[in-house]
């Protein structure tokens, strides 16, 4: 079965800076989706690739996925407070609609 | 705004209890999930729906876990007797089938955070 790897785990930033996470599958993705939670809330959906060198943006986050489909990285500009929560990478297998999700990455943004 | 809604938001219960949870997910939406969240696991998925058939339980534990859908507007899921490792956050999802292979996604619901005692 298939299964998503996120890194790192957690992440403490001094406000204004850049950061990365990373997903990767242990197969190719058809769907790569990336979600916000905030402690004690539902999962915010962000973005969602499909084609190998797919690359999107909303406001200051930046998701691509790489050629190959297996690796997706979501990249945040000037990070700001606001920024701070768990986010979860997740996949569709492509057959059944079926998504899993990574292990999360926490957040913490200090300002 | 169309939304999921799951109830209750929090529950707290003795070992042993039976507790159900319910979701009414988004008008038109014929896939239904339902996920659970611990510090340990994860977001794990239990079970989930299309036009109100269960297509997979495989993540749920079968002998005290239940996953239905009444009708379209509403999925429960029930644990009898609950357990102290039942503790989580529930949470139900969402999606228009068909149309998310364009792109759309899943929806989630604010969850029901469970936790038994």
């Known amino acids: 079965s298939q299964e998503l790897e996120q890194s790192p785990q957690s992440l403490i930033v001094q406000e204004g800076k850049n950061l990365t996470i990373n997903c990767t599958s242990s197969k190719t993705l058809y769907g790569l989706y990336w979600y916000k939670q905030k402690y004690g809330e539902g999962l915010i959906f962000l973005m969602m690739l499909q084609k190998g060198g797919e690359e999107k943006s909303h406001e200051k986050i930046t998701a691509k996925l790489d050629e190959k489909k297996q690796q997706s990285s979501l990249h945040i500009t000037a990070s700001q407070p606001s920024h701070a929560g768990i986010y979860l990478c997740g996949a569709d297998d492509g057959a059944t609609n079926k998504l899993i999700f990574g292990t999360g990455t926490l957040l913490a943004v200090q300002p | 705004d169309a939304r999921v809604t799951q109830t209750p938001r929090h529950k707290v219960t003795e070992m042993g209890q039976e507790v159900t949870m319910r979701c009414q997910p988004i008008?038109?939406?014929?896939?239904v999930f339902w996920y659970r969240q611990t510090m340990m696991q994860g977001l794990e998925l239990l079970a989930y729906f299309r036009n109100r058939a269960p297509l997979d339980d495989s993540g749920m534990p079968k002998d005290r876990f239940s996953a239905e859908m009444p009708d379209a507007t509403l999925a429960t899921l029930k644990i009898q007797p609950s357990e102290p490792r039942d503790s989580a956050v529930y949470f139900c999802a969402s999606d228009p089938g068909q149309a998310r292979v364009s792109g759309n996604t899943i929806y989630f619901g604010e969850g029901s955070w469970l936790t038994v005692v």
């Open positions: 008008l038109g939406h014929n896939t």
